[in-house]
């Protein structure tokens, strides 16, 4: 097992004293606390037992713990005791109403198809709310991204890993490989963005998530990419967060009776004489609409633009890869 580092070690020793503090009514003395806590028995000498214990208590009072401190009758040091207001410290009861509750699983449930739902139901489990037992109002919803990337970018982050993958940048015909040290997942109009170090270009990139074709390949050992601590205001300036301002006149070929979804969306819709209606939407996101099209499977052909007929027949061809 690895040795535990300085920041582990300290944190470990914060909260043993947190628990020791809480055991006592009448308090606990310096010579108890370097008894009866591990960490502070290993120090050298008293000197750096008391200035390690100093950090301590200010650690603890910066955190907003109630420290309290008791001084004997006769104003010694070694009478001075410590204990932690425990009415102070503990939370009170979190009671939710009704629609407070539904409020908490909606969002829950949000995220329960996306690489986040085990973190939303451990949220609502620690809140004590039992999303089975919640009246819900008659509505559906889902935060569950349309990008295929998004689960590999999104591990890449929390792992903080290098990452390589193939990308069509904005009016590109063609993908190249870019390599990225990820900082950040933005979120902007419905799409997703990865800020980051761009190794190739040496410089910060952000990359729309729906234009990264193919698998996300990791680059780098867990916990090699360091973080800045500007990189949310990095990833606020670079302007390519912005909404993207290109779309696409699409024409499709519908299955009657099938897309109704992209039928409302439609500027206009020609019955075909092989069977299929001929539909045209106008003002399309090439790299969302991808998405949407794949749903419907063999009911919807896409005959152009050719950047967006390329890209349905690639993600099928990986789902049927997946399902091979």
């Known amino acids: 097992m ?8 300290r944190t470990e020793r914060l909260l043993n004293l947190v628990v020791y503090l809480l055991g006592t009514e009448r308090g606990v003395t310096r010579a108890e606390l370097r008894i009866g806590i591990e960490d502070y028995r290993g120090s050298p000498s008293d000197d750096a037992f008391e200035r390690k214990f100093e950090r301590d208590k200010q650690d603890l009072r910066d955190l907003g713990i109630p420290l309290i401190t008791h ?3 006769n104003g010694f040091a070694d009478e001075i005791s410590y204990r932690i207001d425990r009415w102070g410290y503990q939370l009170p009861d979190v009671d939710f109403t009704t629609a407070e509750r539904a409020v908490l699983v909606i969002a829950a449930r949000a995220w329960e198809q996306a690489a986040l739902g085990s973190a939303a139901t451990g949220a609502l489990r620690k809140l004590g709310v039992a999303s089975d037992l919640v009246p819900l109002p008659p509505v559906m919803t889902s935060l569950a991204p349309t990008e295929a990337a998004f689960d590999s970018v999104y591990s890449a982050v929390r792992d903080r890993v290098s990452i390589s993958f193939d ?20 979120s902007r109009n419905g799409s997703w963005y990865i800020a980051g170090h ?7 990139r952000v990359f729309r998530l729906s234009r990264m074709v193919g698998e996300v390949t990791r680059t780098s050992p867990h916990g090699s990419v360091i973080v800045p601590p500007s990189a949310l205001e990095r990833a606020a300036a670079i302007d390519l967060v912005r909404p993207d301002s290109e779309s696409v006149q699409v024409h499709l070929r519908v299955r009657p009776g099938r897309g109704h979804a992209l039928r409302r969306r439609a500027s206009s819709i020609t019955p075909a004489e092989n069977g299929w209606d001929a539909v045209v939407i106008d003002d399309a996101d090439p790299y969302r609409f991808v998405g949407e099209v794949t749903e419907y499977a063999a009911d919807v052909v896409v005959d152009a633009p050719a950047l967006v007929r390329h890209a349905v027949i690639e993600s099928l061809r990986a789902v049927q890869q997946v399902h091979a």
Not at 167 to 186: F, I, N
Not at 198 to 204: C, G, H
């Open 71 to 73: 001084t004997g009758s």
């Open 198 to 204: 761009d190794t190739d270009r040496q410089n910060p």
């Open 2 to 9: 690895a040795a535990a580092t300085g920041a582990q070690r």
């Open 167 to 186: 990308y069509v940048g904005s009016g590109a015909s063609e993908s190249q490989t870019r390599h990225l040290e990820p900082w950040v997942l933005v």
